[in-house]
C-alpha cells in the first residue's frame, strides 16, 4: 500500500507492506485522516517516545512509522478472534489506541500500529464503533479532537468550579478551539479565549467564546478580571477573593514557558489544565506554591470521553466542521504535514482519500 511514512528520521510517501489484522484487530481503508500536532511532537522529539516506559509510544527509525490518530474509516477484513458483528464497508471510527501482542500501542506512534496517513491501517475491534454514511468522513474524523476538550472541560468543571468559574481558553488551534465548544455545551461561562491569530480567534467566537483577546495588543489576565470581577485591576489578597469566581485556566499552547507565563500571572487558587503538551518546561514552583495554583497536566481523554464525544458529533449537538481548513490527497499529505506546523495555517488539514 502507499503510505506517507516517518522512517530515518524523514517524512515521504512510501510503498510499504499492507498491515495484516491480528487476533481482535480488523483491517479498515482510510476515508479521512486529520493532522495533529501530536504528530509533530512525535517526530520532533523522538527522547520523548524513547523514554516512554509503558512502551505505548515507540522511537523506532529504522522501521516505517505511519502516523495519523484523528480518523474515519471503512472496514475491509476481520482478523481472527472477532466477533464480525459488522458487514464490510461499515464506516468506523475508534480511539487511537490498538492492542497487539506486544501490549496496547498508541495508534500511529508506533510501528506495530500504523495510522490513517496510508491506505489502510489497524483498529481494535473491540473499541471500534460504526458511524452515519451519511455524515462526511472529516467530520467524523475530528471527534478525537473534540474529545480532548470534552475531557477537560469534564475535569476543569467540577467542584466549585462547576458553579463558581469563569474559563479562560489560552491558545485556539483545534484543541483550544475543542475546549471553547465543550464549555459553551455544558452551559459554562462567559468565555474569555486568547490567541495571536485573527481567524482563529473569528472561529472561537462562532464556537461560543463570549471574549476573545489578541495577547500581543491586550492582556488577557485583564480582560478576564473585567469579565469576571467587573474590574481589572490585579487582586492578590486571599481575603478580598472570598465569593469571587475561580481562574479556571486551559492551557492549549504547548510551547515551553506558556506554563511558567501563567503562573506568574495568575489569580490567586487559580486552576490550570493543561493540554498543551510541551515537551520540557520549567515551573515557577515558588509563585504557584504562593498562589496556590493547581496545575493537572494531561491524562484523557478518557474512554467515556470518547464514545460521548462520539455520539454528540453525531447528532450534531457538537459540530467540529469549523475546524476544516483544507483537505489534501495522500501525494499532497507531507507537504500539508509541514505547513500545518505554522499557526497562522489551517486549524485542521486532512487527508481525505479518493
Not at 472541560?153 to 467542584?159: D, F
Not at 469563569?166 to 483550544?176: K, M, N, R, S
Not at 489578541?214 to 472570598?242: C, F, Q, Y
Request: hydrophobic share 40%; glycine share 10%.
Amino acid at each position: 500500500m502507499r503510505a506517507v511514512s516517518w522512517k530515518e528520521r524523514s517524512l515521504r510517501l512510501r510503498e510499504i507492506p499492507t498491515p495484516v489484522p491480528g487476533p481482535g484487530q480488523v483491517l479498515v481503508r482510510t476515508l479521512a485522516c486529520a493532522i495533529c500536532a501530536s504528530d509533530h511532537h512525535y517526530m520532533d522529539h523522538p527522547e520523548v517516545a524513547g523514554a516512554d516506559r509503558s512502551g505505548m509510544r515507540v522511537d523506532a527509525p529504522d522501521a516505517d512509522v505511519v502516523m495519523g490518530h484523528e480518523y474515519c474509516a471503512e472496514l475491509v477484513a476481520y482478523g481472527p478472534d472477532t466477533t464480525q458483528a459488522w458487514p464490510i464497508g461499515t464506516r468506523l471510527t475508534s480511539p487511537p489506541a490498538l492492542f497487539t501482542d506486544v501490549g496496547m500501542r498508541i495508534i500511529g506512534m508506533a510501528p506495530e500500529a500504523p495510522g490513517g496517513f496510508g491506505e489502510y491501517f489497524l483498529l481494535s475491534e473491540g473499541l471500534a464503533r460504526p458511524v452515519p454514511t451519511h455524515l462526511r468522513p472529516e467530520r467524523l474524523a475530528l471527534i478525537d479532537a473534540m474529545a480532548v476538550g470534552w475531557y477537560y472541560t469534564r475535569v476543569g468543571s467540577t467542584g466549585e468550579a462547576a458553579t463558581n468559574s469563569v474559563p479562560l481558553v489560552v491558545g485556539l488551534g483545534a484543541i483550544g478551539l475543542s475546549v471553547v465548544a465543550a464549555l459553551k455545551h455544558r452551559g459554562v461561562g462567559p468565555i474569555v479565549a486568547s490567541d495571536f491569530s485573527e481567524s482563529r480567534r473569528e472561529l472561537a467566537l462562532a464556537l461560543g467564546a463570549d471574549i476573545v483577546v489578541d495577547p500581543g495588543n491586550e492582556s488577557a489576565w485583564a480582560a478576564w478580571r473585567t469579565v469576571a470581577w467587573g474590574a481589572p485591576e490585579e487582586v492578590h489578597d486571599r481575603i478580598t477573593l472570598m465569593g469571587r469566581p475561580t481562574q479556571v485556566i486551559y492551557e492549549c499552547v504547548g510551547v515551553s514557558g506558556v506554563i511558567a507565563h501563567i503562573v506568574e500571572n495568575c489569580g490567586m487558587q487559580a486552576r490550570v489544565l493543561s493540554a498543551g503538551g510541551a515537551s520540557s518546561d520549567t515551573i515557577p514552583s515558588a509563585t504557584a506554591n504562593l498562589k496556590g495554583v493547581n496545575i493537572q497536566f494531561g491524562g484523557g481523554p478518557a474512554v467515556e470521553d470518547w464514545y460521548q464525544t462520539l455520539d454528540r458529533v453525531v447528532d450534531g449537538s457538537l459540530d467540529p466542521t469549523p475546524l476544516i481548513g483544507e483537505t489534501v490527497p495522500l501525494e499532497g499529505l507531507v507537504d500539508a504535514i509541514d505547513r500545518a506546523r505554522s499557526s497562522a495555517g489551517p486549524v485542521r488539514i486532512l487527508y481525505v482519500a479518493d
